[in-house]
Nanobody, 124 residues
Framework: QVQLVESGGGLVQAGASLRVSCAASGRTFSRYAMGWFRQARGKERDFVAAISRRGEVTYYADSVKDRFAISRDNAKNTVYLQMNSLKPEDTAVYYC?????????????????WGQGTQVTVSS
């Protein structure tokens, strides 16, 4: 099993940057594909970004491509989401997820572990 704890959320102005982190417990972090999802109030949880077990493959939602970057440090058991040029529509709770099922995962159904989420609010 793995436990995930997100951090780094907050309130920023439009155009600003923010980096959220997700720390994982355990010694097998490199066996998990990792991803970020977000859920705005009243909406469904949406895919944001994914990274493969060793970090060589990444995927992004069209809405964040060229603005967000996912990365991981397997020595620190941590995955990051660097968010640049933030927009008010990026406001959401951001969730970190881990998948033991596939080498890289885009669908929420492919993830078996989830963090509690961190709130990101972008003011206009």
């Amino acid at each position: 099993q793995v436990q995930l704890v997100e951090s780094g959320g907050g309130l920023v102005q439009a155009g600003a940057s923010l980096r959220v982190s997700c720390a994982a417990s355990g010694r097998t972090f490199s066996r998990y594909a990792m991803g970020w999802f977000r859920q705005a109030r009243g909406k469904e949880r949406d895919f944001v970004a994914a990274i493969s077990r060793r970090g060589e493959v990444t995927y992004y939602a069209d809405s964040v491509k060229d603005r967000f970057a996912i990365s991981r440090d397997n020595a620190k058991n941590t995955v990051y989401l660097q968010m640049n040029s933030l927009k008010p529509e990026d406001t959401a709770v951001y969730y970190c997820a881990a998948s033991s099922l596939v080498p890289v995962a885009l669908a929420s159904s492919e993830y078996d572990y989830w963090g509690q989420g961190t709130q990101v609010t972008v003011s206009s």
